[in-house]
């Protein structure tokens, strides 16, 4: 897990606010982790808290956000301490979860592309598994495993672009460059495939694993065509995944 997001923490948040995460990240994450009433929720690689607030926001119980970068820690907990919404923020490992209770549901937005090899997936599975109570369920989104980088198409128009850097093979880097007004900045993570990824999680001790595409929020058609969203939906870079317990 090669990218240092203290340095960039801020673009980070800021990127939060482009259409596609607004339209189709955000509102397929959501969709896909239901109603959170009453609920107790683990929000893993939580960043700035951006997903966690909204957990919150939507009636989750009880709420905690871990995230391995301190700078991210530090904008959620500066967040926390203007609005006290009563989340839990921890800098802490997603392998080795720094939690002592177990959760009904957890939740992560681009964590499990940070392993490079099959072992370092299987860790972060065996965290998230034990963090969740029997039953519980675990819903992220991720670089898509099928998709083809290599071969990947521009998404300028959504705000961002991705590169496959040399051979294609398990623990590949990915670049993705993300274009804000006062300029990119990258992130790299890796590819594993389908495969290693349903294994990973059925070692975990997760019964069920499904995959999701994208979807998009009918907000989203305010203002662009469904033609517009078309290279997003239909070949995606980015997949869901539910998993229970």
Request: overall charge negative.
């Amino acid at each position: 897990m090669t990218t240092n997001y203290d340095p960039i923490a801020e673009q980070y948040k800021r990127s939060k606010q482009m259409p596609w995460r607004t339209f189709v990240e955000g509102y397929t994450l959501m969709e896909l982790a239901g109603d959170p009433s009453g609920l107790s929720v683990l929000d893993v690689a939580c960043g700035e808290g951006f997903y966690t607030r909204m957990m919150r926001q939507r009636g989750a119980d009880r709420v905690t956000g871990v995230d391995l970068s301190q700078g991210m820690i530090a904008l959620a907990q500066q967040q926390e301490n203007a609005h006290q919404q009563g989340i839990a923020y921890i800098v802490g490992d997603a392998r080795e979860l720094p939690v002592q209770e177990e959760y009904d549901l957890a939740i992560a937005a681009y964590l499990l592309n940070y392993a490079r090899t099959r072992e370092e997936l299987q860790s972060m599975c065996d965290g998230i598994s034990r963090a969740l109570k029997p039953g519980g369920r675990f819903v992220t989104v991720n670089s898509s495993p099928a998709f083809h980088f290599p071969a990947s198409p521009s998404f300028r128009q959504f705000g961002f672009e991705t590169q496959a850097v040399g051979d294609w093979q398990e623990g590949t880097p990915i670049t993705w460059t993300f274009h804000l007004e006062d300029g990119p900045f990258d992130i790299e993570n890796y590819y594993l495939s389908v495969a290693t990824h349903e294994d990973a999680f059925r070692q975990a001790g997760f019964s069920e694993v499904r995959w999701h595409p994208p979807q998009l929020a009918p907000d989203g058609l305010e203002d662009q065509t469904s033609e517009f969203w078309e290279p997003l939906l239909k070949n995606s870079p980015i997949a869901f995944i539910e998993c229970v317990k």
